[in-house]
């Protein structure tokens, strides 16, 4: 199985910024998209930013401009650098990848994979 697993989060004031770290690892084959969600207190999940195998990015409206997403294939990472944070960016932020893995003997498998979420607070 692929496993996600988050780093970054934390606690910042108004206007300060973050970044959030996503490694996976496991039996990769390959990696199609990475991307960050994230759910606030009494919300549903929402994409925040996504990025695809060649680079392109997708970003959520309330976060352009303030956000960057960005991937280092060579090590299977995955960044959002969040700058000028605001107190409605508090939510707790998922990292997904999808794509291929190895399994039994040449076979490969499709993957659907989540990180466990790393905690924001963004205070006034």
């Known amino acids: 199985q692929v496993q996600l697993v988050e780093s970054g989060g934390g606690l910042v004031q108004a206007g300060g910024s973050l970044r959030?770290?996503?490694a996976a690892s496991g039996s990769i084959f390959s990696i199609n998209a990475m991307g960050w969600h994230r759910q606030a207190p009494g919300k549903q999940r929402e994409l925040v930013a996504a990025i695809a195998n060649g680079g392109s990015t997708n970003?959520?409206?309330s976060?352009?401009?303030r956000f960057?997403?960005?991937?280092d294939n060579a090590k299977n990472t995955v960044y959002l650098q969040m700058n000028s944070?605001?107190?409605e960016d508090r939510a707790v932020y998922y990292c997904h990848?999808?794509?291929l893995?190895?399994?039994?003997?040449?076979?490969?498998r499709t993957f659907d994979s989540w990180g466990q979420g790393t905690q924001v607070t963004v205070s006034s």
């Open 59 to 61: 970003y959520a409206n």
């Open 68 to 71: 960057t997403i960005s991937r």
């Open 101 to 108: 893995e190895n399994s039994r003997g040449s076979a490969l």
């Open 97 to 99: 990848a999808d794509g």
């Open 20 to 22: 959030l770290s996503c």
């Open 63 to 65: 976060v352009k401009g």
């Open 85 to 87: 944070l605001k107190p």
